[in-house]
């Protein structure tokens, strides 16, 4: 994107947001279930982009946003709170709230949006030594030259997970268009649907470590999904998912590129994350606020080119095998029977070993993030500022029927995927967000 290397950030002021009433004493303390306990100390960073409106100015924008965040966090107490050996001290001490402006108008920076200027709308709780690295909320606001606007969010994945951050910023979205859905806010905390009342649980806290890579963007419309599904099931897929089909295939070529860039090809896998609100039986609401995702993996051969249709069918078999085996009963005893089997049969499934290449994939698509209305309409492009080594995000295209492709790889391999003939076929790389509305 022209010009955008030359783009500065100035950052006008740093606040700190407290909930609008104290935390009651008997909520002080919030214990972290067995899958946050499971989850990265990281933060989840997205950034939604709206368009100018001529109805409001800066400080009008910006003073709404810090008093409903002060309103939600009465409802999302544990956001105001330090993370502590657990759970989370809710002692109030609030969220970071920054508020900045760049020096360039929107419609030019999301012409082919720069992962490099994505990363300047989020702060960088890990880089900034000014922030409290036990946060679990960082909010930035950017205006742009031409009214523009982005907000930036960074919520810690101890915490939660992408369904638990879209169902914060859709009720904090509620609160500041002072509906009258307001007053039936209320967080759904997981651990209230599964008490942790067991004993402690000796799990590693896996820790990520930072890798030289190189992200870029793809998009897939919904012609290319539905040639993507056609093409699994002529080679006997049944009722292949678009996110399935669409993994299957970043997945392969990926592998080829690694492959093609080695002097000694290995074998690969992928982990993939699936949210399990709805594959359990009772059903969790959508907006139950708390990490509720389990992994499996499928995997590719030391030699040779992998099929499509069967990275496709290992994905199937994989969410097929998890509704068999908990899916028909599901209860805390279960959860926790669950995670008790991933570490005794997958212990290594997080670490990475030398002979094999992983490859992770988490996806957001059905989150309904673009929902996210403050008063002034939707996100007109929601980005990811940034990517771990060898990984995969997916979320929606504003329409809701194309898919969005983050994938982050070693630059060699990198220069091999974003020219790969098969991938191109089906995807568009970085277009316009106006293009792919």
């Known amino acids: 994107m022209e010009g955008m290397a030359t783009m500065e950030l100035e950052i006008m002021s740093r606040e700190i947001i407290k909930p609008s009433s104290p935390t009651p004493l008997s909520q002080r303390w919030y214990k972290l279930s067995l899958l946050d306990q499971m989850s990265y100390r990281m933060h989840i960073p997205i950034v939604l982009f709206y368009p100018s409106n001529d109805g409001y100015k800066f400080g009008e924008f910006s003073n709404e946003l810090k008093k409903s965040l002060s309103e939600i966090l009465t409802r999302y107490y544990p956001l105001a709170g330090r993370i502590g050996d657990g759970g989370i001290e809710c002692n109030d001490k609030g969220v970071d709230f920054f508020e900045a402006r760049v020096n360039c108008p929107l419609e030019g920076f999301l012409n082919h949006p720069e992962f490099e200027a994505l990363n300047l709308l989020v702060p960088d709780q890990i880089q900034s030594n000014k922030l409290d690295l036990s946060s679990t909320l960082i909010v930035q606001i950017t205006f742009f030259d031409c009214g523009g606007m982005a907000i930036g969010v960074s919520m810690c994945h101890k915490v939660a997970d992408i369904s638990s951050m879209s169902a914060f910023l859709n009720d904090w979205a509620t609160m500041a268009r002072q509906s009258e859905e307001k007053e039936e806010i209320s967080a759904q905390f997981i651990t209230s649907f599964f008490p942790p009342d067991h004993s402690p649980v000796d799990i590693p806290e896996y820790v990520l470590k930072k890798r030289n890579c190189v992200a870029r963007r793809f998009v897939f419309n919904a012609t290319k999904l539905d040639a993507l599904k056609t093409l699994a099931a002529s ?203």
């Open 235 to 437: 080679h006997g897929v049944e009722n292949p998912t678009r996110v399935q089909v669409v993994t299957a295939l970043l997945y392969k070529c990926a592998d080829a590129a690694s492959k093609a860039s080695s002097d000694s090809p290995t074998a690969s896998d992928l982990v993939q994350m699936v949210n399990l609100r709805q594959l359990v039986i009772p059903s969790l609401p959508e907006k139950s606020f708390g990490n509720m995702a389990w992994c499996f993996k499928i995997s590719a051969q030391e030699e040779g080119e992998v099929e499509f249709h069967d990275l496709v069918a290992q994905l199937k078999e994989g969410v097929a095998g998890f509704r068999l085996t908990y899916g028909k009963s599901f209860s805390w005893d279960e959860l926790f029977r669950l995670m008790s089997d991933f570490r005794k049969s997958f212990g290594s499934l997080l670490k990475r070993t030398e002979n094999i290449v992983r490859f992770t994939c988490t996806s957001w698509c059905r989150s309904p993030l673009y929902n996210v209305d403050f008063g002034w309409g939707k996100p007109i492009w929601i980005g990811c500022p940034s990517a771990m080594w060898n990984t995969i995000i997916l979320m929606d295209t504003r329409s809701g029927d194309g898919i969005e492709a983050l994938v982050s790889l070693e630059e060699q391999n990198m220069n091999l995927f974003e020219h790969d003939e098969e991938l191109l076929r089906f995807a568009s790389l970085n277009p316009s967000p106006y293009e792919t509305h």
